[in-house]
């Protein structure tokens, strides 16, 4: 079976799973509604049908519910495609999409918001957003040296701006007062009180960069040969490690802006599917991606399932962390 035909299977199959893995998150909730009406909505919304479903679930479904799901999706989808790509790019099994610095330098900004008295609603995702790609020019510009950008460097510096940015975030939060709770509920990653606004603008920034990371899918497998040996088969190795980085880090940008700070979906989702698929990214990245999208609608799920939420990333953590440490003790971590 060639590469086109794997990848296709492989995606339908991914595609089915997440359009499941939303009806059923979908029926969950405080008031139960049937897989059936869920779809019967969702395509009257769509298409601009008529259903028969009772107007309060019509609401619950297209104001709270999906928006919520579609969201998760996006941030999933957008988390596990750049952890693929950091961990083809440093060619580290421990490498995932905060590890130039995105989600400290995110976490930096919107905990910076969140203590200053800013009352603009759009500003905790815009600093949080610009914060994230000041971090990882930082890192790229701090780990450059005579146009080149060595990735054990770059990986170094990454170490380096993230505790730094760390203890700004450790004191932002001793000064926070009565906006600690705040603060650290963001840190831990959310997906409460999404809306359509949202999901719609981070999948403008999300699947033109993961189209843009498709297309050097190639590229990037070259990359795993040696920097060297990319150059002599005619990559443009710095161009390339640029744009790989630059992408990665504008798609973490854009799920942390506006769901905080989530571990283990870009750590964890690549792993699984390398193991299922193999290491060619040409394969791998469309499915490490759909993958992580429906891991994160299902693990919020999870997380408001409950008589009390959770923040989202706690589940992440709490099913990623044990499963990553399976594969670690079965020798199932293997080097891109």
Known sequence: MNTSVRTGVWVVGL???????????????????SAGSVADIALAALFGGATDAPAS?????MSIRLPRIVLGAVVGFALAAAGTVMQGFFRNPMADPSIVGVSAGAATGAV??????????????????????????????????????????????GIAVQTFLGA????????????????????????????????????????PGFLGLLAYARDLNVLLLGEEDAHSLGIEVERTKRLLLAVASLLTAASVA?????????????????????PDHRILLPTSALAGASFLVATDTVARAGTAELPVGIVTAAVGA???LYLLRNREVRTP
Do not use: C, K, N
């Not at 679930?57 to 479904?61: E, N, Q, W």
């Not at 926070?176 to 949202?198: C, F, K, N, P, V």
């Open 112 to 157: 910076a918001t969140i203590v200053a008295p800013v009352s603009i609603p759009v500003a905790l995702p815009i600093a949080a957003f610009a914060g994230a790609l000041i971090a990882a020019f930082g890192v790229y510009v701090l780990a450059s040296e005579g146009g080149r950008t060595p990735v054990g460097t770059l990986l170094l510096a």
């Open 15 to 33: 595609l089915g799973t997440l359009v499941a893995v939303t009806l059923a998150s979908a029926t969950i909730g405080p008031v139960t509604i």
């Open 57 to 61: 679930h019509r609401t619950i479904v």
């Open 322 to 324: 044990p499963f990553f």
């Open 168 to 207: 700004v975030v450790s004191f932002l939060l001793v000064s926070a007062g009565r906006d600690l709770r705040e603060a650290i509920y963001w840190l831990m990653g959310h997906l409460q009180h999404s809306t359509w606004t949202e999901a719609t603008v981070a999948a403008a920034v999300v699947v």
């Open 258 to 278: 506006v769901a905080g700070v989530i571990g283990f979906v870009g750590l964890v989702v690549p792993h699984i599917m390398r193991l299922l698929v193999g």
